[in-house]
């Protein structure tokens, strides 16, 4: 099973990018799909979330981020719009058999991709 995400970079504030993770040997449709970040120097946090057609969020990037399956495709994309130097961070897609009650903790998470940099200048 692998994860790639993509479509890091770097961006003025109040820019916006896409980002996408495509997998290989799982098919999304059957899985919870998260983001997660990790800043310079803090923890790996939640971003969000899709699971049986319904979307979750943090409370830092809700209103803002979107994250959106594309079944067909097999892959799943963050849409990050207005964004701000806070958001600089690694990102990672991750797929698992999370439920509801466990789909903001990292450990709920079986699968991980390999991080893309996202840097927001200001």
């Known amino acids: 099973v692998q994860l790639q995400a993509s479509g890091g970079g770097l961006v003025q504030a109040g820019g916006s990018l896409r980002l996408s993770c495509a997998a290989s040997?799982?098919?999304?449709?059957?899985?919870?799909m998260g983001w997660f970040r990790q800043g310079p120097g803090k923890e790996r946090e939640f971003v969000a979330a899709t699971r049986l057609g319904r979307t979750y969020y943090g409370d830092s990037v809700k209103g803002r981020f979107t994250i959106s399956r594309d079944v067909a495709k097999n892959t799943v994309e963050l849409h990050m719009n207005s964004l701000n130097p806070e958001d600089t961070a690694v990102y990672y897609c991750?797929?698992?058999?999370?439920?509801?009650?466990?789909?903001?903790?990292?450990?709920?998470?079986?699968?991980w991709g390999q991080g893309t940099q996202v840097t927001v200048s200001s």
């Open positions: 991750a797929a698992g058999n999370a439920i509801l009650s466990t789909l903001r903790q990292k450990a709920a998470y079986g699968y």
């Open positions: 040997g799982i098919t999304f449709s059957g899985y919870t």
